[in-house]
């Protein structure tokens, strides 16, 4: 019989890298279900524009992309002196950063990158420097690889046998280096032998519950079923959800945590009809210098998000439209965060 740590080692990947040759993949998520095409990543405009359009995307996930793309836009450039290798370093870094706001991540693992050519001795040359970084982005997705395990370790101790399991938008495999942050339980607790039902969000507009998270449970055997949007409400007033996991871009001190959008309103229902309702999250995802939520910036995309889907015009071409692409959960509806270390429950204190 397969192994446990067989089967989780066989869940998709949203990236790779190759360091004999210093290539950076990634599996063009806007693509999914239909299609699986990985494509490589060759210049830092590149690898902006696929954090950008959420060819690759997800806060852990965004983070490693942001340190492997400004390592391989450094890659011709070996051959700088040192100050001039270092000004570049700081330019892309700066430019991968502005891609997306919300997602601490994406600073995170760029600050870790920018620290060690900071830090670096300055009587080193730029292709040792260069070594440096690939370790630093190498050791970033590493981490987060175990960093999912564990969460996944920790979560599935909440999930009971028979229990619906909600999700929202996808914090999964695709979403980080490893097996994703809310998914990450029913994974574990399910290569465990646990029997659950999961219940995926479509997450309007860009709908990565159902091309990603449905695709994703469904390809490795759980039983998911996908609802639209506007019936997790009443799926709980049915009785039939136990529990909410969902992801995190950023959580502020006090605990208020920015999330796709639609998380907040599953919150409040879930208060409403007494389902716990969870945060599963790297502690690379807490943000000790943002005090609250009312900080946090949450990003606004384009109106075609909304009015298009796949392509196809579903609202006349010119309606004013609002999309921001998360919101803000107040934290004194978050039952606990599910993190590496364990399950922080409240009161919640993340100040540094
Ligand atoms: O806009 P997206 O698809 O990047 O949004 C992703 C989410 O909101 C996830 O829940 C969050 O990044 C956590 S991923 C482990």
């Not at 039902?197 to 079923?225: C, K, M």
Request: proline fraction near 5%; aromatic fraction near 8%; charge should be negative.
């Amino acid at each position: 019989m397969e192994t446990k740590e067989a089967r989780l080692a066989a869940i998709p990947k949203a990236l790779s890298f190759d360091p004999a040759s210093d290539r950076f993949f990634i599996l063009d998520q806007t693509r999914l279900p239909t299609e699986e095409v990985v494509v490589e990543q060759t210049d830092v405009e590149q690898v902006y524009d696929s954090i950008y359009q959420l060819k690759v995307r997800g806060a852990p996930a965004i983070g490693i992309a942001g340190a492997y793309g400004l390592l391989i836009s450094l890659k011709k450039h070996r051959d700088l002196d040192r100050d001039a290798f270092e000004a570049l370093v700081h330019k892309n870094a700066d430019y991968l950063n502005s891609s997306r706001p919300t997602a601490v991540n994406l600073s995170w693992a760029l600050r870790r990158m920018v620290g060690v050519a900071d830090a670096f001795p300055p009587e080193e040359s730029t292709e040792a420097l260069y070594a440096a970084l690939r370790t630093e982005a190498m050791a970033i997705h590493e981490s987060d690889i175990e960093t999912c395990r564990l969460i996944g370790e920790h979560g599935a101790k909440l999930i009971e046998e028979g229990n619906g399991v909600m999700t929202l938008c996808n914090a999964g495999a695709l979403a980080t280096g490893g097996i994703g942050t809310a998914l990450a339980p029913m994974y574990v607790a399910w290569a465990d032998g646990k029997r659950f039902r999961a219940y995926s969000n479509e997450t309007r507009p860009l709908l990565q519950g159902a091309r990603i998270t449905s695709w994703e449970l469904h390809r490795f055997g759980i039983d998911v079923t996908l609802i639209a949007d506007s019936v997790a409400s009443y799926l709980m007033k049915l009785g039939r959800v136990d529990l909410i996991i969902v992801g995190a871009d950023r959580v502020a001190a006090n605990g208020d945590t920015a999330n796709k959008i639609g998380t907040s309103s599953l919150a409040i229902n879930a208060r409403h009809y007494g389902v716990p309702f969870y945060i599963a999250c790297p502690y690379s995802t807490i943000d000790p210098h943002t005090p609250t939520g009312e900080e946090i910036v949450v990003e606004e995309r384009g109106a075609d998000e909304v009015i298009y889907v796949k392509g196809q015009q579903i609202a006349p071409a010119d309606i004013q439209v609002f999309n921001p692409a998360f919101d803000v959960t107040d934290h004194d509806l978050i039952a606990g965060f599910i993190t590496e270390k364990g399950i922080i429950r409240p009161p919640y204190n993340f100040s540094a």
